[in-house]
Nanobody
Framework: QLVESGGGLVQAGGSLRLSCASS????????VGWFRQVPGKDREFVAG???????YYSDSVQGQFTISRDDDKNTVYLQMNTLKPEDTAVYYC?????????????????WGQGTQVTVSS
């Protein structure tokens, strides 16, 4: 139901924009979050956006990443700037109907398959 895209290989200091698209016409009523995960570690919250549009971020990416949504396109974006090697991970989007602030994986109902982001030094 959720499909991420936009990952890839980028040099440190570069930018990427991830997309999370849904075919659900009620996607605009869902709170959406982005998480990332590296092997051997727990999935880490990165950014989220209320179904009403309010955005919130983890301390580690505040000021570096921007989450936004285009409900006409049923898509949520994650603009990632000034990327660092430590941002390398698989990035997942997740959603929950009428979701507000949700910073743990268990609060989400739907997940995408993930997209790999690799930042080279």
């Amino acid at each position: 139901q959720l499909v991420e895209s936009g990952g890839g290989l980028v040099q440190a200091g570069g930018s990427l924009r991830l997309s999370c698209a849904s075919s659900d016409q009620t996607f605009g009523n869902h709170g959406v979050g982005w998480f990332r995960q590296v092997p051997g570690k727990d999935r880490e919250f990165v950014a989220g956006i209320f179904w009403t549009g309010f955005a919130y971020y983890s301390d580690s990416v505040q000021g570096q990443f921007t989450i936004s949504r285009d409900d006409d396109k049923n898509t949520v974006y994650l603009q990632m700037n000034t990327l660092k090697p430590e941002d390398t991970a698989v990035y997942y989007c997740a959603a929950r109907l009428f979701g507000l602030r949700m910073m743990t994986p268990g609060e989400y109902m739907y997940w995408g398959q993930g997209t790999q982001v690799t930042v080279s030094s």
